[in-house]
């Protein structure tokens, strides 16, 4: 007879505990902990389980395990590949996540069509109907027989159509929607999800399919269920932006196969999701002209570099202590810089409020933000306009000083390439750097150096 344990798991960050409690020992979180009810089968047998990898048991040693065989493909999105590291890995498990109507679904559909020219897809939707999936497909000028499409909540089911139609790709969307039978829990409930994504990482692992899992997030932001359920698949993206606009950013919080520090930008229209091989030229469409208080950064996203428009407002305080308020720049960092500038840059910013704002939805949690930022508080301050042609790149200390940030020479040449003709850079480590033709480089080594030559 089968035997039933009650576990309790935090939502937060998947700490598994046997009695139920207000406050998560592990991370601090309250009323985060729901209850977990785990059937066992009592003593298993030889063959009660099968092997992840399929096949023996046995273990081989590194030299015995055969990798000759290519096992990364392009998914026909170049953005979608840098993200992914190069291209889908065979029997991966790829978690796609983000706000309901932000375009995860469409994103996954699309790449469909070039997936489709050589490989076999089961796309298994528990959200929409065959009727559904077909006019979207036909928006999106997605027309292949390689396509086989599947309505479906009950997880065996859809295991029953993998193994007679032995798909290369598997696209569930999405894991809050499936439910397993031998499980009583209601779909979309921790216990459900675990085991959906445990059945298909099976799948993944034991038949080398690839699996794409489409996962909504709750009101924190985070993938809806367990946290365990971010551990136990390969690669987590996100897929980040206003659903109102126009622009999407996907970015890898978890990859076994490349780097999560790549981005890949997309911009929505009436035909789906369409790349954006040139960010920098996005995010700064719209820039004013000869308006004081911006300044141009650049940014490192893994080998990319970004350019994007800081923004700063500097305005006479009406109250007692003076407001500060940060988007898309930490706020800790934004404040450190201000009290700098006070300090060693000669602005008496006591009296006065600072707003600081990065243009097309990016977070600058670099520090070679610092010096753009700090310049564009220094403009507004002083009401005076940095030129249109002029770019910064610099970390600033508590003492003033400017230092230098890795990665120069490729944020050079993307400055250079966009039109800019002078950066302001450090001057301590950059003697021997080699500016690109058609660039003058300002070397400073302090933040009231750089003020004055940009201002």
């Known amino acids: 007879m089968a035997k039933t344990k009650t576990v309790y798991y935090c939502t937060s960050c998947g700490n598994e505990t046997l009695k139920w409690q207000g406050r998560c020992p592990a991370c601090g979180a309250w009323n985060t902990m729901e209850e977990h009810v785990e059937k066992g089968t009592g003593v298993q047998g030889k063959n ?36 992914l590291g190069g291209g889908a890995v065979d029997g991966s498990l790829v978690l796609v996540g983000g706000a309901p109507g932000i375009g995860k679904s469409t994103l996954l559909l699309q790449i469909c069509d070039c997936l489709c020219r050589e490989k076999k897809v089961l796309y298994a939707s528990g959200e929409e ?115 109102n606009g126009t622009y999407r950013l996907l970015r890898a919080v978890k990859n076994r196969f490349g780097s999560t520090n790549e981005i890949g930008v997309f911009e929505m229209g009436d035909e789906g999701l369409r790349e954006v091989p040139n960010p920098s030229e996005m995010l700064l469409s719209g820039r004013p002209q000869h ?34 308020t940060s988007n898309g720049f930490d706020f800790n960092r934004a404040v450190l810089l201000m009290a700098v500038l006070e300090k060693r840059g000669g602005l008496h910013l006591g009296t006065f409020d600072g707003y600081i704002n990065v243009v097309g939805g990016l977070t600058l949690d670099e520090p070679a933000a610092d010096l753009p930022v700090a310049l564009a508080v220094a403009s507004s301050y002083r009401d005076v306009a940095i030129p249109q042609d002029l770019a910064a790149i610099g970390e600033i200390g508590l003492a003033g000083e400017v230092r230098a940030v890795s990665h120069l020479s490729l944020r050079l040449s993307e400055i250079a390439r966009l039109g800019f003709t002078r950066c302001v850079i450090p001057k301590s480590g950059t003697e021997t750097l080699v500016a690109p033709s058609g660039l003058e480089l300002i070397r400073v080594r302090n933040v009231r150096e750089a003020i004055e030559f940009s201002l």
Do not use: W
């Not at 399929?54 to 590949?81: C, H, N």
């Not at 911006?294 to 305080?317: D, F, H, N, S």
């Open 48 to 83: 009660s389980r099968s092997p992840i990898g399929g096949g023996s048991r046995q273990p081989k040693t590194l030299s015995q395990v055969d990798i000759q065989t290519e096992v990364r493909y392009s998914t026909g999105m170049g953005e979608l590949d840098r993200v």
């Open 291 to 324: 308006a004081p208080g911006t300044c141009v950064a650049c940014i490192m996203e893994g080998t990319r570099p970004l350019l994007a428009e800081v923004q700063a407002l500097v305005t006479k305080t009406t109250f007692n202590v003076p407001r500060r």
């Open 129 to 243: 109907s065959e009727r559904q999936l077909k006019l979207r497909a036909q928006r999106l000028q997605v027309h292949s027989e390689n396509l086989l499409i599947l309505s479906e909540t009950r997880l065996g089911d859809i295991l029953e159509a993998v193994e007679e139609v032995k798909p290369d790709i598997l696209i569930a969307d999405s894991i809050q929607t499936l439910y397993n039978e031998s499980n009583e829990s209601a779909p979309g409930s921790i216990s459900q999800v675990k085991d959906c994504t445990m059945s298909l990482m099976q799948v993944a692992k034991g038949q080398g399919v690839t699996v794409f899992v489409v996962g909504h997030i709750n009101k924190d932001g985070a993938i809806a269920g367990p946290k365990v359920l971010e551990h136990m698949v390969d690669c987590v993206l996100y897929f980040e932006g206003d659903r």
